[in-house]
């Protein structure tokens, strides 16, 4: 069982040009998108987050629940769902604004137990950001990690939402000592600073930096660099694409029987090359198509 622990919310997508563009509800949240690409590609995965009663909440769970995820670590509240709203530039590439205040995601508490199972924890983005509740996820990946389960973590940066930076990039590297793979984009390793080097001597066995249409490069604690290209793709936009490089990732470890420190850092250049590769077929299948629509097993082929 691999769990993804984070925020669900609502994707308000524009649906044309300029700043009055009708605006499509689309589910989203990264670990959201995470969890609902795990789940299509066929692990066996569960969410763990809170969620709101309200008619947003239920159709974020009813979308779980189509892609076969469990989601009885599911906590649910009164509070309103998460809203997103996206901005498209010309590339596809999307930017945020967030409407936060007094939300359901963000009231998170720390559950007794994890799914029985539970062989990996995935966390990130916005979850570890908005307290109460980052407080609340920090202290699951520490307790995650402290009982040997392999944890991953995609920081997924949303600047808007960091009041301060110099802050949230201490906090970061707190975290790193309880991370067996870090997955960041090129964006978010040139915001928080540092060099993959300098991020695996603080605990991590892997670092894989995603670079967009150019592809992806894991960085191993054995000095190893192991790099593919991108798949070429007519881009929709980029909408949960780093979200389903994550459940790829993990999906592919599952089944290479790598979701640990010791099998993570033994695995061999032609193990990363067939994982990257499937990382990489994965997000050009999202790049395809509007909005956080992962793909399934069948567009990808089994890994």
């Not at 159709?59 to 998460?82: F, I």
């Not at 949303?158 to 201490?170: M, N, S």
């Amino acid at each position: 069982m691999i769990v993804v622990a984070g925020e669900a919310l609502i994707d308000l997508v524009p649906q044309g040009q300029g700043a009055l563009a009708p605006l499509r509800p689309a589910l989203g949240g990264g670990p959201y998108n995470t969890a609902v690409a795990l789940g299509r590609l066929g692990s066996p995965t569960a969410f763990c987050s809170r969620t709101s009663h309200d008619a947003f909440g239920e159709a974020l769970l009813d979308g779980l629940r189509g892609a076969g995820v469990d989601v009885s670590a599911v906590q649910r509240g009164p509070e309103p769902t998460t809203l997103a709203v996206a901005t498209l530039d010309a590339h596809g590439s999307a930017s945020y604004s967030f409407y936060v205040d007094g939300t359901a995601d963000r009231l998170f508490s720390v559950p007794a137990a994890l799914p029985a199972g539970t062989r990996a924890v995935s966390f990130g983005t916005c979850s570890l950001v908005l307290e109460p509740g980052a407080s609340a996820y920090e202290e699951l990946m520490r307790g995650a990690a402290a009982s040997g389960v392999f944890t991953a973590l995609d920081p997924n940066i949303r600047p808007g939402l960091i009041p301060d930076a110099d802050a949230y990039r201490a906090r970061f590297r707190t975290w790193l000592p309880s991370v067996s793979l870090l997955k960041l984009s090129e964006e978010d390793a040139g915001w928080l600073g540092g060099t993959p080097g300098e991020w695996l001597a603080a605990g991590p066995s892997a670092v894989v930096v995603t670079r967009g249409g150019d592809g992806l490069t894991a960085y191993t604690r054995g000095g190893g660099v192991h790099s593919v290209p991108g798949e070429r793709v007519d881009v929709v936009d980029t909408i949960g694409a780093g979200d389903t490089v994550n459940a790829a990732l993990l999906h592919g470890l599952a089944r290479l029987d790598a979701l640990s420190q010791e099998a993570l850092s033994g695995l061999d250049p032609a193990g990363w090359e067939r994982l990257l590769r499937f990382a990489a077929r994965a997000a050009a299948v999202t790049c395809s198509r509007a909005g956080a629509e992962p793909p399934y097993a069948r567009e990808v082929g089994e890994f």
